[in-house]
T-cell receptor
Framework: AQKVTQAQTEISVVEKEDVTLDCVYE???????LFWYKQPPSGELVFLIRRNSFDEQNEISGRYSWNFQKSTSSFNFTITASQVVDSAVYFCALSEAIDGGATNKLIFGTGTLLAVQP | ETGVTQTPRHLVMGMTNKKSLKCEQHLGHNAMYWYKQSAKKPLELMFV???????ENNSVPSRFSPECPNSSHLFLHLHTLQPEDSALYLCASSLGTEPYNEQFFGPGTRLTVL
């Protein structure tokens, strides 16, 4: 069965520290998609990144970077020089095709609460 | 208005009430979703609509009844709910239902059932 595990329930760092959020997934599909979302206290999930299974290049976007490793089924997210505004719950998700592949279902991890202290 | 909007943002209802949650997307997307987010549990997909047709009902109790009158609007009708139904209900939309489409979420409705 498809599954996403975010073992870190809560992380607390001091501003300007680097922090890595772990994500491990399980899937039998050979083609799949992974996502990271941020949920600030306001509630809405904000899309951060999508990665497909056949592209293992790491990605950097400003202070954010993602490390995708198929060999360990991991898709970790690093925030460099963290800021108070980064405080949120971060979710990793795996896209599962249902209905013969025509429909997308996101399997979410339980999320990691990141608290960045000033 | 931009993105995905949801009303109301907060709702308190008794177990015998009937209420509806509304979601509207201004992104020109063709697929819409309802998710339930309970404390300490992963987000659970409840319903998926593609071009106003329901394509997935994830074993949701019949006290939750979705309605999608057009590709921009999605409703969740609630009746005779239980206290364990208290949660954050999130609506999302995507361009299509293919697995590579990212979903865009609304701010959610915080529901409390007394």
């Amino acid at each position: 069965a498809q599954k996403v595990t975010q073992a870190q329930t809560e992380i607390s760092v001091v501003e300007k520290e680097d922090v890595t959020l772990d994500c491990v997934y399980e899937t039998r599909d050979t083609t799949y998609y992974l996502f990271w979302y941020k949920q600030p206290p306001s509630g809405e999930l904000v899309f951060l990144i999508r990665r497909n299974s056949f592209d293992e290049q790491n990605e950097i976007s400003g202070r954010y970077s993602w490390n995708f490793q198929k060999s360990t089924s991991s898709f970790n997210f690093t925030i460099t020089a963290s800021q108070v505004v980064d405080s949120a719950v971060y979710f990793c998700a795996l896209s599962e095709a249902i209905d013969g592949g025509a429909t997308n279902k996101l399997i979410f991890g339980t999320g990691t609460l990141l608290a960045v202290q000033p | 208005e931009t993105g995905v909007t949801q009303t109301p943002r907060h709702l308190v209802m008794g177990m015998t009430n009937k209420k509806s949650l509304k979601c509207e997307q201004h992104l020109g997307h063709n697929a819409m979703y309802w998710y339930k987010q309970s404390a300490k549990k992963p987000l659970e997909l409840m319903f998926v609509y593609s071009l106003e047709e329901r394509v997935e009902n994830n074993s949701v109790p019949s006290r939750f009844s979705p309605e999608c009158p057009n590709s921009s609007h999605l409703f969740l009708h609630l009746h005779t709910l239980q206290p364990e139904d208290s949660a954050l209900y999130l609506c999302a939309s995507s361009l299509g239902t293919e697995p590579y489409n990212e979903q865009f979420f609304g701010p959610g409705t915080r529901l409390t059932v007394l």
